[in-house]
Structure formats: structure tokens, C-alpha cells
């Protein structure tokens, strides 16, 4: 099993770039997907998530409005596409994968069982 994600880099606020996450191993469609961040100094946060069956979606406060989360069952692949970025969105962007999510919309990182590897989003001012 392993997640890849894609798509991070240095961009100017408010600018957009849309983030990739690459599964083998396992179907996407079976789990809860999600999108963490980790900024410099701070820990790893909730960002956004999808339900690979029904594709609902969550999103954390801070990026309401300006995230968007979505999926291509087909390719295996799950997205983050990041409108109006802000320097505060800088941060190691994670995909992550629940096999069996308890709860509607799933938001603690204990609770996922794969990770991809990070990719850096760096938003300059």
C-alpha cells in the first residue's frame, strides 16, 4: 500500500495550485480519504476529507471556501485543489487513507492508516 502525493511548491499569496495523491495497493473507493498539513513548529492539522464510497466532503474552518477536495475512483487518485492561498497555508501537505472510518467525517490523524510523504506548499507574501 502506499500514497504519493504531488503537486506542492512555491507560489505568491493568493494564487492557486492543486495537489495530488497517487494510491496502489488498494482501492481509494473503499476508504475515507484526507488531507493533512504541518506547518514549520506546529503540529500536523486536518485539512479536508472525502468518503471514497459517497463522496462527501469536509473541510476544516480555515480553508472553507477556498479548498477543494475531490476524486477520481478511475485513476485511484484524490485531489486538493487550493484556491486564494495565504502564507498561512504554508505547510508539508499529506494525503491519508481510513480502511474502516467510525465516524461521518474523520479528522484525527490516529485514526488513518496510510500516509503519503508530503509535499512542501511555501506561500509567499
Known amino acids: 500500500v502506499q500514497l504519493q502525493a504531488s503537486g506542492g511548491g512555491l507560489v505568491q499569496a493568493g494564487t492557486s495550485l492543486r495537489l495530488s495523491c497517487a494510491g496502489s495497493?488498494?482501492?481509494?473507493?473503499?476508504?475515507?480519504l484526507g488531507w493533512f498539513r504541518q506547518a514549520p513548529g506546529k503540529e500536523r492539522e486536518w485539512v479536508s476529507g472525502?468518503?471514497?464510497?459517497?463522496?462527501?466532503?469536509a473541510y476544516a474552518n480555515s480553508v472553507k471556501g477556498r479548498f477543494t477536495i475531490s476524486k477520481d475512483n478511475a485513476k485511484n487518485m484524490v485531489y486538493l485543489q487550493m484556491n486564494s492561498l495565504k502564507p498561512e497555508d504554508t505547510a508539508v501537505y499529506y494525503c491519508?487513507?481510513?480502511?474502516?472510518?467510525?465516524?461521518?467525517?474523520?479528522?484525527?490523524?490516529?485514526?488513518?492508516?496510510?500516509w503519503g510523504q508530503g509535499t512542501l506548499v511555501t506561500v509567499s507574501s
Open positions: 495497493g488498494f482501492t481509494m473507493e473503499y476508504y475515507y
Open positions: 491519508a487513507a481510513d480502511r474502516h472510518p467510525v465516524k461521518e467525517v474523520v479528522t484525527s490523524a490516529s485514526e488513518y492508516d496510510y
Open positions: 472525502i468518503n471514497g464510497r459517497d463522496g462527501t466532503t
